[in-house]
Nanobody, 126 residues
């Protein structure tokens, strides 16, 4: 069992930045591929970014490419999402997720993730 706890959300003006963090419990952090997803009110959950278990590969949604950066720190069992040049349309609840993985696989499909955090609200004002 893995527990994920996100933090770092908040209210920011358009053009601003936030860094989300997600801390994972357990001793097998390096065995997991990790991802960030978001869900805005009235919309379906959507993929944001993902990173392979050894951080060798990353993938981003087209809507955030060039603005968001996903990274992981094995010593801290933490995955980050650095969000720059935020737009009002980035407003959503952001959740991290993890799943056991082999090799350098990047997982972009939500149903393939086994563990989810509770989410953190990001609100971008215009």
């Amino acid at each position: 069992q893995v527990q994920l706890v996100e933090s770092g959300g908040g209210l920011v003006q358009a053009g601003g930045s936030l860094r989300l963090s997600c801390v994972a419990s357990g001793r097998t952090f390096s065995s997991y591929a990790l991802g960030w997803f978001r869900q805005a009110p009235g919309k379906e959950r959507e993929f944001v970014a993902a990173i392979s278990r050894r951080a060798g590969s990353t993938k981003y949604a087209d809507s955030v490419k060039g603005r968001f950066t996903i990274s992981r720190d094995g010593a801290k069992n933490t995955v980050y999402l650095q969000m720059n040049s935020l737009k009002p349309e980035d407003t959503a609840v952001y959740s991290c997720a993890c799943t056991r993985s082999t090799g350098n696989t990047v997982v972009v499909v939500a149903r393939l993730y086994n563990y989810w955090g509770q989410g953190t609200q990001v609100t971008v004002s215009s």
